[in-house]
């Protein structure tokens, strides 16, 4: 399996080569392909690792082309490193058709989630800084993320999603959202959220996190979608 064409593939699309075909595998595989003790082979470890990784590499890069302040340099960072920028990238180089997923789960449309696409995009990061270190990765990044920048501040995407959702959500209905934790699950040093996003009693959407934080995030960006409701 570790000698695949289609991770050969997958390697040529990215633009690099993995020393460790192993650390790819394990960053497509979805936990439902494993069990027990061996969901450790699943992407959500290195998907953690990613995360710190992205954020430090788009922080450096943000940092060394912009005098902005703080507050509007966070911003162009979420705009980067956010579920919905990741998926769309995962969709250009094709990652679902190469995720590893049980049967039930690719039933129901696994392949196409964007939660679960961002995830692996940041397993990816993780698995390549494993392989080949940060100047690498760096590459990775720079290639497929950075790159997107200009676009999405011209789509004015440097808006914080939780934010927009309310502006809209008081501006159309006159509600303010709410977030609920619909579901927690793993040990603490390995949560996964769920969260819903509300206008009254009615759930619009939800979405997935490592934290509390990035599950809201996603589910606003999920009620954007749902509701129609096109950044301004």
């Known amino acids: 399996m570790t000698n695949s064409p289609t991770l050969a593939t997958l390697e040529k699309t990215m633009g690099t080569k993995f020393r460790n075909k192993e650390l790819l595998l394990q960053a497509l595989t979805h936990r439902s392909a494993v069990r027990g003790e061996d969901r450790k082979k699943s992407y959500e470890r290195l998907e953690f690792l990613g995360d710190a990784v992205l954020e430090l590499a788009v922080t450096e890069f943000l940092y ?15 705009a980067l490193v956010k579920g919905e920028t990741l998926a769309g990238i995962a969709k250009e180089i094709q990652v679902g058709k190469y995720l590893l997923m049980s049967r039930g789960e690719d039933a129901s449309g696994g392949r196409e989630k964007d939660s679960t696409l961002a995830d692996v995009i940041e397993a990816l990061i993780g698995a390549l800084y494993l392989d080949q270190g940060f100047d690498a990765t760096r590459i990775f990044i720079d290639t497929f993320i950075l790159s997107k920048l ?3 501040l011209a789509k004015g995407e440097d808006r914080d999603s939780k934010s927009v959702f309310q502006e809209r959500a008081q ?23 769920t969260v819903g996003v509300f206008l ?19 589910a606003a960006e999920a009620g954007l979608r749902k509701k129609k409701w096109l950044r301004k």
Request: aromatic share 4%; proline share 5%.
């Open 150 to 152: 200009r676009e999405l």
């Open 200 to 218: 009254g009693d009615q759930k619009v959407a939800e979405g997935k996190g490592a934290s509390k934080q990035k599950a809201e995030q996603s």
């Open 64 to 78: 060394a082309i912009s005098s902005k302040p703080e507050g509007e340099l966070t911003n162009w960072r979420s």
């Open 171 to 193: 501006e159309e209905l006159g509600v303010t959202p709410t977030y609920r934790v619909m579901e927690e699950i793993g040990p603490d040093h390995d949560k996964m959220f």
